[in-house]
């Protein structure tokens, strides 16, 4: 009997997308069909989106890219806010997240934010990977790639708890951002940021105070 798979492919580099296309189409079962619609932007994605649930045809599966450029009303900032979204208003459809971004504070969100079916880092991906992946997904997800499952190894054998806030300071101080600018990234007082850099060190118990000692140990231990 053959199965009919209703696909939505959002990203914004068509030969990467084609490559995508050509692999689910060249690996698939043969009783699988599929049905691939393809979207280069939010506003592409939302209108395929909306259109299926109008339609009452939902997708089964969405391949979404997290750099994306924003949607023309600013809604959407990337392909994380389409994800959500997706969530939302396709609760049925299985979600693969594909991204170049593997740094730990990203990782973390996203599986947060959108507990995605498939997570795949674009570094890590080859045919086979993206062909197993998709089957995975489809009848036994959840389907993560090694850069994500070594990831959360890490996180989970630490016995140090953060929190989002304190995440972000990690990720802010390992993307260079300067003590003093942090408070207006997260919309704390400077004093706030000190205490919070101060719990910080004391959690991954740094003797000689320094930031870049900091990173270090929360590096070592999957947190950036």
Do not use: W
């Amino acid at each position: 009997m053959t199965e009919t798979i209703k696909i939505l492919m959002i990203d914004d580099h068509p030969m990467i997308i084609e490559g995508y296309q050509n692999t689910l189409l060249f690996t698939k079962k043969e009783h699988q069909e599929l049905k691939i619609d393809i979207a280069n932007n939010c506003d592409e994605a939302v209108k395929y989106m909306n259109k299926a649930i109008e339609t009452a045809k939902p997708y089964d599966m969405l391949f979404v890219d997290i750099s994306l450029p924003p949607s023309s009303d600013g809604s959407m900032s990337s392909g994380e806010d389409l994800a959500e979204y997706a969530r939302e208003h396709l609760p049925k459809a299985k979600i693969i997240i594909l991204t170049m971004f593997s740094e730990s504070f990203r990782i973390h969100n996203i599986i947060k934010n959108i507990d995605p079916e498939g997570f795949l880092i674009k570094s890590d991906l080859t045919s086979s990977e993206l062909a197993s992946a998709f089957q995975a997904v489809l009848h036994n997800p959840p389907f993560y790639s090694g850069t994500v499952n070594s990831h959360i190894r890490k996180t989970i054998a630490t016995d140090v708890v953060i929190d989002d806030k304190n995440r972000k300071i990690l990720y802010l101080l390992s993307q260079g951002v300067k003590t003093k600018n942090l408070a207006a990234h997260l919309d704390i007082s400077l004093s706030a940021v000190e205490k919070r850099k101060k719990q910080l060190k004391d959690l991954f118990d740094i003797q000689d105070g320094q930031d870049e000692t900091l990173l270090e140990e929360a590096r070592k231990k999957g947190f950036v």
